[in-house]
């Protein structure tokens, strides 16, 4: 079983950056334009040959990407043009400042949407229960880039309490940005990615605990005189935590994407605006080496996901041990 998810998520990686690769070649961005900027016009022919060499241009696409599969199973990612300097070394210093924005807001998700779908689903047609739908409802169809606009324009540019970009002061060295501003920093874009990472598991809390409640286990503890909370907390609450975890595994892949929107508004550095740039920019070697990060993150997510389901639902459970044994 784990060594067929390990051959899938190796077809996988191997896929999208096939996909991801073409994607770039034929893409108009000219690389070596986009590479000299201002100073194309200062640049001959034979030295726009020499960086063509110098980058691995002048081959044929199909020996570019074998060179490029060639070095990445031997650790190299490559040269990025845009920043000059080795992929590594960029992924490196963009993944640690995108790791705490990814991560405190698939943790903060979690926590408020399984709250909000408790609530909700423990007052089920109540005028709390329609207040946190809609407000799930129309979070799960809002646009990341609007959301992350609107806080940026009302808490920055407005009321002023939150800075307007990057992840640190303007001219301060990373080394040098203290705690205190990072978190400063951090909030409007952590704030923009957990309000739209609530409502999946809200909704799918909330759906979860009214099902429950309704259960003859429950509508018995409540004839014997239960309070409605400690039915809530002892039957509802345990029982519809394993599915919103999985839900939120499930849901990397949304994250992933809102995390590229949110860091482009406010101008955060780190891998999603990498791969904006490398796309914009025609830097192949970085676009596919945060392509297949961001990939295999989520794959994992999809596959943690898939095992819990099979915890979850017995129905999945039966089915996967009856396939093994005719398979047997």
């Known amino acids: 079983m784990v060594a067929t998810r390990v051959v899938r998520l190796a077809a996988v990686l191997l896929l999208v950056a096939v996909v991801a690769f073409a994607l770039a070649k034929i893409s108009p961005v000219d690389p ?10 200062r640049v001959g022919p034979e030295q726009r040959d020499l960086i063509a060499a110098r980058w691995g241009l002048d081959q044929p696409p199909l020996a570019q990407f074998t060179l490029w599969v060639r070095n990445l199973l031997h650790g190299d990612l490559g040269f990025s043009m845009i920043y000059n300097a ?10 640690w400042t995108s790791l705490p924005l990814v991560g405190l807001a698939w943790l903060f998700s979690g926590i408020f949407g399984f709250a909000l779908g408790v609530v909700a689903g423990a007052n089920s047609g109540s005028w709390l229960d329609r207040v946190i739908r809609l ?8 646009p990341t880039f609007w959301i992350a606009i609107l806080l940026l324009i009302v808490f920055a540019v407005q009321l002023g309490w939150a800075p307007v970009c990057c992840a640190g002061p303007l001219g301060v060295v990373p080394a040098d940005v203290t705690f ?5 920093h951090l909030a409007l874009p952590l704030a923009a990615l957990t309000l739209l990472g609530v409502a999946q598991v809200a909704l799918h809390t909330r759906a979860k605990i009214a099902e429950i409640l309704q259960r003859d286990a429950a509508l018995y503890a409540r004839a014997q005189g239960a309070r409605k909370w400690d039915v809530v907390l002892r039957h509802g609450v345990r029982n519809a935590a394993l599915p919103a975890i999985t ?12 995390s590229i929107l949110a860091e482009q508004v406010f101008a955060y550095p780190g891998l999603g ?3 904006v740039a490398a796309g914009v920019r025609g830097d192949v070697p970085l676009l596919l080496a945060v392509t297949l990060i961001l990939t295999l993150f989520v794959s994992i997510g999809n596959m943690i996901a898939d095992m819990l ?3 979850v639902d017995p129905r999945i459970r039966e089915a996967a041990f009856t396939a093994g044994g005719a398979h047997g």
């Not at 407000?135 to 809002?142: E, I, P, R």
């Open 135 to 142: 407000y799930a409802y129309f979070l799960s169809s809002a």
């Open 180 to 184: 205190a501003e990072r978190l400063q």
């Open 32 to 41: 070596i334009n986009a590479y000299l900027g201002i100073d194309i016009a």
């Open 309 to 311: 389901y099979h915890l």
């Open 273 to 275: 605006q990498a791969a």
């Open 86 to 95: 080795p992929v590594s070394e960029v992924i490196a210093a963009r993944f």
């Open 247 to 258: 839900i939120l595994f499930a849901s990397l892949e949304e994250l992933f994407g809102g």
